[in-house]
T-cell receptor, first 113, second 109 residues
Framework: NAGVTQTPKFQVLKTGQSMTLQCAQDMNHNSMYWYRQDPGMGLRLIYYSASEGTTDKGEVPNGYNVSRLNKREFSLRLESAAPSQTSVYFC????????????FGDGTRLSIL | EDKVVQSPLSLVVHEGDTVTLNCSYEVTNFRSLLWYKQEKKAPTFLFMLTSSGIEKKSGRLSSILDKKELFSILNITATQTGDSAIYLCAANSGYALNFGKGTSLLVTP
């Protein structure tokens, strides 16, 4: 019963490097989300995809890009990592926006040196 | 600007105590209020509330929503050490969740 799977679990990057965080869900959910969690800030939405083929910016999209590869997979890319992007990143999915709870992956802990 | 405020930010209680966690919200296009429990990894879903005054209950946990006063509470009775976690409240405004900063609960033996 995998649910939402994120890879990698941990990553250390140097400033300026790029990387892609992967997320896949096996619940046949339409909507997928990327959040970052920082101490004292709570969870903040980076991007979301209400359905396959669509993506939209959330509260803190600068420095990130996303791809909804298919219904199952939603990736988050950092093109040129900055220390301010050091955070824990969570992917989530839900059956639809508004009236369905979101279910979260275990997170990716990312450090940018 | 949408905002969700949780109180208290942290709480230390003894096993067996009852705790009440608070969440107030101001969001446009409010759809639902959700509670999550976060231990070391993923937030895990507890409750989703859409109607005022209807209590949702799961074991020792219960929650209720007041849409007129724009707040929700999460009650935990007979607390156990396994209840130690961060409890997150989130308001759904249609496409995504607006989270509060969480209440960190520590239950001591």
């Amino acid at each position: 019963n995998a649910g939402v799977t994120q890879t990698p679990k941990f990553q250390v990057l140097k400033t300026g490097q790029s990387m892609t965080l992967q997320c896949a869900q096996d619940m046949n959910h339409n909507s997928m989300y990327w959040y970052r969690q920082d101490p004292g800030m709570g969870l903040r939405l980076i991007y979301y995809s209400a359905s396959e083929g669509t993506t939209d910016k959330g509260e803190v999209p600068n420095g990130y890009n996303v791809s909804r590869l298919n219904k199952r997979e939603f990736s988050l890319r950092l093109e040129s990592a900055a220390p301010s992007q050091t955070s824990v990143y969570f992917c989530a999915s839900s059956g639809g926006t508004g009236d369905q709870p979101q279910h979260f992956g275990d997170g990716t802990r990312l450090s940018i040196l | 600007e949408d905002k969700v405020v949780q109180s208290p930010l942290s709480l230390v209680v003894h096993e067996g105590d009852t705790v009440t966690l608070n969440c107030s919200y101001e969001v446009t296009n409010f759809r639902s209020l959700l509670w999550y429990k976060q231990e070391k990894k993923a937030p895990t879903f507890l409750f989703m509330l859409t109607s005022s005054g209807i209590e949702k209950k799961s074991g020792r946990l219960s929650s209720i929503l007041d849409k007129k006063e724009l707040f929700s509470i999460l009650n935990i009775t007979a607390t156990q050490t396994g209840d130690s976690a961060i409890y997150l409240c989130a308001a759904n405004s249609g496409y995504a969740l607006n989270f509060g900063k969480g209440t960190s609960l520590l239950v001591t033996p």
